[in-house]
């Protein structure tokens, strides 16, 4: 994955002082990058029991669309608050300052339905951990949580003990 790893443009004190972004638009941009990381992604799947592939929004639909169609299986996107035009479900989450909250179609995910969450960062799982919640609110089970990026150093897969969670990329400081 260092092919791709160097395909990401890392972004010094943004968006704050002291925090360094890596920015996956590069990545996206790259014709030959966006498909390697697309056919990673799907090989990291092969043999999981999965229904249906949850993108978040807003870069996990990016990922989670063709990788869904890759699997053969549909497509669930999670959003934030009044997006979604039917009945919703959801679930409210703490960030660093305050809040926040996310919706998904309350039919979008059945009982017993096996979901793979996509995202494209794993962070501290705060937003990965209210997906996983909302999913597991309305009886459908987490097969995999998938990520293209993962930064380790802030040990945010603690909050999934039980799943099972991988990345393509990971960032240990």
């Known amino acids: 994955m260092d092919n791709l790893k160097k395909l990401i443009r890392e972004v010094p004190d943004f968006p704050k002082p002291g925090i360094n972004f890596y920015d996956i638009t590069t990545l996206l941009k790259d014709p030959t990058g966006l498909e390697e990381t697309i056919d990673a992604l799907t090989e990291a799947c092969r043999g999981l029991n999965i229904?249906?592939?949850?993108?978040?929004?807003?870069r996990g639909f990016i990922f989670g669309a063709p990788l869904a169609y890759q699997l053969g299986v549909g497509f669930i996107p999670v959003r934030k608050p009044k997006k979604l035009p039917a009945d919703t479900v959801s679930v409210s989450y703490e960030l660093e300052?305050?809040?926040?909250?996310?919706?998904?179609?309350?039919?979008?995910?059945?009982?017993?339905?096996?979901?793979?969450?996509?995202?494209?960062?794993?962070a501290t799982g705060g937003t990965a951990k209210a997906v996983v919640d909302l999913v597991e609110g309305v009886g459908g089970k987490v097969s995999a949580l998938l990520f293209v990026v993962?930064?380790?150093f802030l040990n945010g897969r603690a909050k999934f003990a039980g799943h099972n969670v991988k990345s393509l990329i990971s960032y240990d400081s």
């Open 97 to 122: 300052y305050g809040t926040d909250s996310l919706e998904m179609h309350k039919d979008a995910v059945g009982e017993g339905h096996n979901v793979l969450i996509i995202d494209d960062l794993l």
């Open 51 to 58: 229904d249906t592939v949850i993108g978040v929004e807003s």
């Open 150 to 152: 993962e930064l380790t």
